[in-house]
């Protein structure tokens, strides 16, 4: 009989610590997304191992808040600073931008009003050395005078001489039609 109230005895006892072990809480923390879990206290003691321990994770995790906080700020001076430089930048090269545009179109204008402008009737006189058929060597004269139709085409023409010198003086007039293309 001793026997089995020993063997009840026992089983008695393991059937209480796993009920005990059953039934326990647990306290499920989270804490920068791990999480930490730890068994009910069962006495005032480990309560107050317990308070003391989630009043310094608390303490700490208000600490790291603010540092956050201040890093937070930190940052977006720096960003708000890096963004008024680039804004600076943009602004001066925009100007530059509009400026080079007048540039350009200034530039147009004139080489448009340089190409308009006294160049629609040309005259023009050549005077230079001559040869002829026979060899003989002359002085030329050309009087001539171009139209520019459009932007690069001419039309116009030309009176022609020459003078030959030889035993007797001998000489040519001549009328021309001249078309011309112009590389500006």
Do not use: W
Not at 26 to 37: A, P, Q, R, V
Not at 51 to 66: F, P, Q
Not at 104 to 114: A, L, Y
């Amino acid at each position: 009989m001793k026997k089995t109230k020993s063997v009840l005895l026992i089983v008695i006892s393991l059937l209480l610590l796993m009920s005990n072990s059953l039934f326990a809480e647990e306290i499920n923390i989270k804490i920068s997304g791990e999480e930490y879990t730890r068994e009910m206290p069962t006495d005032i003691e480990q309560a107050q191992i317990l308070i003391r321990y989630l009043v310094k994770i608390i303490n700490n995790a208000d600490d790291e808040i603010n540092l956050l906080n201040e890093k937070s700020a930190e940052e977006r001076k720096e960003y708000v600073k890096k963004l008024e430089d680039i804004s600076t930048k943009l602004n001066e090269t925009t100007k530059k931008l509009e400026e080079t545009e007048k540039t350009i179109e200034q530039v147009d204008r004139d080489t448009t009003k340089m190409t308009k402008m006294n160049t629609r009737c040309t005259s023009f006189a050549i005077v230079g050395p001559s040869v002829d058929f026979n060899k003989i060597v002359g002085l030329s004269f050309i009087l001539g005078f171009d139209y520019r139709i459009l932007r690069n085409i001419h039309i116009g023409a030309t009176l022609n001489s020459s003078l030959f010198t030889d035993t007797k003086l001998n000489g040519d007039v001549g009328v021309g039609l001249l078309f011309g293309y112009s590389i500006y």
